[in-house]
């Protein structure tokens, strides 16, 4: 079994950018395929994107199309989530998970990202 | 707004049986055997209950099942037990943009 460990928690003003880390540990992340699921307070879960190694692409949400971008760091295992141009609407806990026949088995602790002036 | 719609609460009393309902479409949950249930208590990241429509991971009780009929996925948690109070929430693949979607969410109370 492995583990993720995310980056803590961040306090944006509207317009910056935050840059979210993912690390995982027991297993090698260039076997992985990495996706990123968004929670916004009080409401439901949303896919952001995530990295299809089979394909080789990388897809994300079209609603965040110019918004955010995935990179991998496979010398420490860590991935990376870049949002900019943050809004209120971004603040969110952001949640790396990796799927499995459809589903998401494992899921990191998740980052709180806050955006306020 | 979510993509699968679901009740905003469900309770029930200790030792019954509660079922949340998961409605999506044919891009999504009425085409798709990749059909998920999630559990989540405050605080912590979604857990797996239930994948591909049916099945339990490993360590997941029986009291919790899936099923799915049309555009409709449902879960049924038997013999409810306080440990149980959480949200839940489903996922279906889709073949639509978004190649994972999920349910607004439903929480149970245990009365």
């Known amino acids: 079994q492995f583990h993720l460990l995310q980056s803590g928690s961040e306090v944006k003003r509207p317009g910056a950018s935050v840059k979210v880390s993912c690390k995982v540990s027991g297993y090698s992340l260039s076997e992985l395929p990495m996706h990123w699921v968004r929670q916004t307070p009080g409401k439901g879960l949303e896919w952001v994107g995530g990295?299809?190694?089979?394909?080789?692409?990388?897809r994300h949400a079209q609603k965040l199309q110019g918004k955010i971008t995935m990179t991998e760091d496979t010398s420490t295992d860590t991935a990376y989530l870049d949002l900019r141009s943050l809004t209120s609407e971004d603040t969110a806990v952001y949640y790396c998970?990796?799927?499995?026949?459809?589903?998401?088995?494992?899921w990191g602790q998740g980052t709180l990202v806050t955006v306020s002036s | 707004q979510s993509a699968l719609t679901q009740p905003a609460s469900v309770s029930g009393s200790p030792g019954q049986s509660i079922t949340i309902s998961c409605t999506g479409t044919?891009?999504?949950?009425?085409?798709?055997?990749?059909v998920a249930w999630y559990q989540q208590h405050p605080g912590k990241a979604p857990k797996l209950i239930i994948y591909e429509v049916t099945n339990r991971p490993s360590g997941v009780s029986d009291r919790f099942s899936g099923s799915k009929s049309g555009n409709t996925a449902s879960l049924t948690i038997s013999g409810l037990q306080p440990e149980d109070e959480a949200q839940y929430f489903c996922s279906s693949y889709s073949t639509t943009n978004a190649p994972y979607v999920f349910g607004s969410g439903t929480t149970v109370t245990v009365l």
């Open positions: 044919n891009s999504d949950v009425g085409s798709s055997t990749y």
């Open positions: 990295f299809d190694r089979v394909q080789g692409d990388r």
């Open positions: 998970a990796i799927p499995r026949g459809g589903s998401f088995p494992i």
